[in-house]
């Protein structure tokens, strides 16, 4: 079972980085596809980036992609986003979650994902 508790935002200026951490309390982290997603006030879930269970392959939506870097490591059943020139526009909460099925490579839609973590608020001022 995957317990997802995130960390490490905060408020940050225009320009500025920030890194967030996703703690799996479970035993079985190292066997799911992991992603971020992020939700703005008065807007849908939408999706940040995604890695496979590995860590091989990384997927990243198109406006974050060269600003953030999602990262795994297994033996610490952490995950990571690092964040980089930020915009106001990345202002949301923003939260960690687990693939549906172990194994798993590619996935991206909230559909796809079957665990999430209560997720921590990111605000980037102008």
């Known amino acids: 079972q995957v317990q997802l508790v995130e960390s490490g935002g905060g408020l940050v200026q225009h320009g500025g980085s920030l890194r967030l951490s996703c703690a799996d309390s479970?035993?079985?982290?190292?066997?799911?596809?992991m992603g971020w997603f992020r939700q703005a006030p008065g807007k849908e879930r939408e999706f940040v980036a995604s890695i496979s269970w590995t860590g091989g392959r990384t997927y990243y939506a198109d406006s974050v992609k060269g600003r953030f870097t999602i990262s795994r490591d297994n033996a610490k059943s952490t995950l990571y986003l690092q964040m980089n020139s930020l915009k106001p526009e990345d202002t949301a909460v923003y939260y960690c979650?687990?693939?549906?099925?172990?194994?798993?490579?590619?996935?991206?839609?909230?559909?796809?994902?079957?665990?999430w973590g209560q997720g921590t608020q990111v605000t980037v001022s102008s």
């Open positions: 479970g035993r079985t982290f190292s066997t799911y596809a």
């Open positions: 979650a687990a693939s549906r099925l172990t194994y798993s490579a590619y996935v991206a839609r909230i559909a796809d994902f079957g665990s």
